[in-house]
């Protein structure tokens, strides 16, 4: 039994690489994704760094990882807000836009190194971001779907105003531009944002 397994009761694959996505997070969180190695990564899991390569082939793998792990969260945080069943469409929309704000001004305060991580996904591993696009714009055409229905919004094509309305949002989406305003102040926007939003869409 190898010091991995040893450390931990599940030893199945999935776990262990589980094992090392989690001390990766931290690393990268308290050193950055540059100054972080695949052998400090393997040290924290208590398993030689040839064994890690047994489960990733390289850091930046294991970034793909945290950054998928992380993405999948916010998905399924935003997922939450649209479902929500006592909103209607406007309020869903409003709630969703802070929502991203909220939920980005989290992580950067909680990682402040995060906007390495950031950049090398964004650069190397694209698709990952595309699929952060796509669900979140799948999310936004939900919400305009329903204001369809309740006679809330008037939109003929909710697809094509989903992705216009998600990249309206590019202020509230990166970790690196939560430095620029205190979160009050970016509420304060976003709600303006959304406000014009509104009048755009709703039903004449």
Not at 36 to 65: C, G, H, P, W
Not at 161 to 168: C, F, G, I, L, Q
Not at 185 to 198: G, I, K, S, T
């Amino acid at each position: 039994m190898g010091p991995a397994q040893s450390q931990h009761s599940d030893t199945s694959p999935d776990s262990v690489r589980g094992h090392i996505v989690d001390a990766a997070q931290q690393r990268f969180r308290t050193y950055g994704y540059h100054k972080t190695t695949m052998a400090e990564i393997a040290s924290d899991v208590t398993m030689s760094a040839a064994n890690l390569y047994r489960y990733f082939e390289n850091k930046q793998d294991i970034a793909a990882a945290c950054a998928d792990r992380c993405l999948r969260d916010r998905i399924a945080f935003l997922s939450e807000i649209v479902n929500r069943p006592e909103l209607d469409a406007g309020e869903r929309l409003h709630e969703f836009v802070l929502g991203v704000l909220r939920y980005t001004h989290e992580v950067a305060a909680d990682q402040p190194r995060i906007n390495e991580l950031v950049e090398t996904i964004t650069r190397e591993r694209r698709e990952l971001v595309h699929w952060k696009i796509n669900a979140e714009c799948e999310l936004i055409q939900k919400i305009l779907e329903q204001g369809n229905s309740s006679g809330e919004f008037e939109i003929t094509e909710p697809s094509v105003t989903a992705r216009a309305v998600h990249a309206s949002l590019a202020l509230f989406q990166v970790p690196l531009f939560m430095s620029i305003y205190p979160l009050a102040e970016f509420e304060d926007r976003a709600r303006e944002l959304v406000a014009l939003l509104l009048r755009g869409l709703q039903r004449r």
